[in-house]
């Protein structure tokens, strides 16, 4: 596998301004005479097709839901960053872009990070122009939040909203595109296969969910925004339908995966009520700039939290963190809330949570103010819970919320297979081993409104493919591969559901690959994973039929995935033999905080799939604007 | 507790659909309506019949997939939710639930609770927007939006485009979904320029679609699990009027 990064020379402000002057351009004529595809329409997905289109290319955009609007980027709640400094509290774009490759524990690609900081600023001028609706000051300029990591304000939001708003601007930006005829817009279409000729993407298969029609797509190139694999762990803050096979279908057509052990933890979900649960919801972490968690220090203590005395509490993150406190960054509040709960502190059932306190804030600021910045967030916590969080403290406990992990891009986003491109929460690229909060949001508009647009033509204007259609023998094959796998499925005619098999492997998952991992746990997952895919390739029962709309169906495909994915997944956390980020090897702390290991591990991880053993290679991470420290947020 | 459900089952499209009993039993009050649904599910699959299709993303309230009849109601009828956000705890043992799609001429049911609601995302493509392209916007803040109007947009822009005000409405109208977009844009100095266009290219998709006239009845209102106000159809109608005085 050959992982070239081309990283442009020179010094990190210059980088992407060089770049861009180097890069070859299409004439807008020639322009129309390629076609895109773009799989998938959250931030990402929907932002490239809508700007591919603007620029002239003739767009496929391609989704699984219904609408384009209802992919997962809408359900993001606290906003998005911006070196703005529009609050004159000293923000830059280095300073967004160090605190991004620190939040990720030195473990992201430095000069993409860079060129995401300094994207960030178009990209609020750029939603504004639009409409979106961001929050603002009485004066009529937009208004700011902090968010973890971070000791600026450079966080936009609207309301608890932000994601949909954001969505529903890129959303707009794709419906005109589509009015206009530039982009074909396919709904409830799912991708199951990435076909490539000479080496190169050229296309996909898709399934339609509602007539069952498998059908073959060519084009010049393919865009991947898919979304991460959260959902590996069956309960996440995620959609019921994230899921791996876009990318992972890619990675078996030898697309390097790199990462995959990076997972992100969010700190404040709602608890885990019962076995039953679908999902895990999400109470945004812009809450953390008011609230105060805390948990009692007495062992087993279930007083009500009205009756637990202030001496009796113990505010853990202001007492380990006393320059971030409670907006400490997610893997660090997570692992802390963990902490409190191994050792018995943990409130409300079975013992795994903690409270978010806002009496202080409401005693500060009035009712009236919390209940503008956060009332739609009170209000879903009270439908959830049936409690009341104005007046008993929310219980919280960290939920799988994102996945920085993704298949392997360059610095043009493109992965080691010329011609698949890969962008959003999909790729790998910018979030090392830990995400801050508020950054998904910009590096989806990032990748899809002002770096692909940019670097796709420069692989288009020299990739020199001979047009090729869907008759090409290539797709023939991808085609018969998916209905092979369809009639497999609904031959098995097992005992057990598919969602059966999905939650035992999340479970798995999450109590060895979880908040925190070891050697043991891992190997034993490692036999444990193909033991249970086994029983599911004999045992699974897919009711109905291909022709028809048929969730059970799309359900085995996604979960057959996951069950290869998560091996992968298992066999990278056990290879970094570090704690870095979200990935916490029981082996490696100090004092309960992740120890890294920068002299073996300052690598990126990319497994190639597609032999009979997963392979891994490593991309050499090289810093020279920042310098990898102790990550501390003391 | 233990359910008794009347479900609509529709194999497609083309084929005619009835309602179908099932009992359902091991039902937390902790649970979501459509973990009920996922519950029923199960047991369905176990017995080896065809799970009961229904939209559902999500389950935040946000991506409006979910989409389901309850008891005569869109989302059920509580007070700003929609049925991923419904719980368990507001019915009783023994109860009997009627759970159906929406219904609208321009809403084709797809199988059991699927409907298309693709008229939904044309009505936008008719002008549902601000037409500027990706790049060359100016500073964000170098246009001072007064934070009242910035309110009134985002109130209108909360829409989830779930269609529960059209499945509510005896005219199937699809005026609260079309005029909380128009609303969105048209408070804000970004939306000036193509305001009136906007509003009558709208309300033409939005015939054309198949969906009714407005009933002035509100019960859009009622049932949109974002409490959309009726003052956006006010304001859409008001616009329209001086479209067609302007020509």
Known sequence: MKLESRIPSGPIENKWTSHKMSMPLINPANKRKFKIIVVGTGLAGSSAAATLSELGYQVESFCFQDSPRRAHSIAAQGGINAAKNYQNDGDSVRRLAYDTVKGGDFRGRESNIYRLAEVSVNIIDQCVAQGVPFAREYGGHLSNRSFGGAQVSRTFYARGQTGQQLLIGAYQALEKQIHTGSVRMHTRHEMLELVTIDGHARGIITRDMVSGKVEAWAADAVVLATGGYGNAYFLSTNAKGCNVTATWRAAKKGAGFANPCYTQIHPTCIPQAGDYQSKLTLMSESLRNDGRVWAPKKKGDTRAPDQIPEDERDYYLERKYPSFGNLAPRDIASRAAKQVCDEGRGVGPGGRGVFLDFADAIKRLGKKVISERYGNLFDMYTTITGEDPYSVPMRIYPAVHYTMGGLWVDYNLMSNLPGLHVIGEANFSDHGANRLGASALMQGLADGYFVLPYTIGAYLATAKQPKVTTDHPEFKKAVADVNTRTAKFLSIKGKRTVDSFHRQLGNMMWEKCGMARNDKGLNELLKEIPALREEFWQNVNVPGSADNLNTALEKAGRVADFFEFCETMAMDALDRDESCGGHFREEHEDEGEAKRNDEKFSHVSVWEVTGDKPVRHKEPLVFEAFHPSVRSYK | ?247
Not at chain 2, 127 to 154: C, F, H, Q, R, W
Not at chain 2, 213 to 239: G, M, W
């Open chain 2, 1 to 247: 507790m233990k359910l008794k459900l009347h479900v609509w089952r529709q194999p497609n499209k083309d084929q005619a659909g009835a309602m179908k009993d099932y009992a359902v039993e091991g039902v937390s009050e902790h649970m979501s309506f459509l973990e009920m649904m996922d519950t029923l599910n199960e047991q369905l699959m176990n017995k080896g019949e065809e799970p009961v299709a229904f939209d559902h993303d999500c389950r935040e309230g946000i991506c409006g997939s979910c989409s389901m009849v309850i008891n005569g109601l869109p989302h059920g009828g509580h007070k700003g939710v929609t049925v991923c956000q419904l719980h368990m705890r507001h019915f009783k043992d023994g109860d009997e639930i009627f759970i159906e799609p929406w219904r609208a001429k321009a809403f084709p049911v797809l199988k059991d609770l699927v409907v298309d609601r693709a008229a939904f995302d044309r009505i936008v493509a008719s002008g549902g927007y601000v037409s500027v392209a990706t790049g060359g916007a100016p500073d964000a803040n170098a246009l001072p939006i007064p934070k009242k109007e910035a309110d009134l947009s985002m109130d209108a822009a909360a829409c989830i485009g779930c269609g529960a005000c059209v499945a509510a409405c005896k005219n199937a109208s699809a005026m609260l979904f079309t005029a909380a977009k128009a609303s969105h844009l048209n408070h804000l100095p970004q939306g000036q320029p193509e305001r009136f266009e906007r509003v009558k290219n709208m309300s033409m998709q939005m015939d054309a679609e198949g969906f009714g006239t407005c009933t002035n009845l509100s019960q859009c209102e009622a049932v949109c699990p974002k409490e959309i106000s009726v003052r956006v159809i006010a304001e859409f109608n008001a616009d329209l009027i001086k479209a067609q005085v302007k020509g």
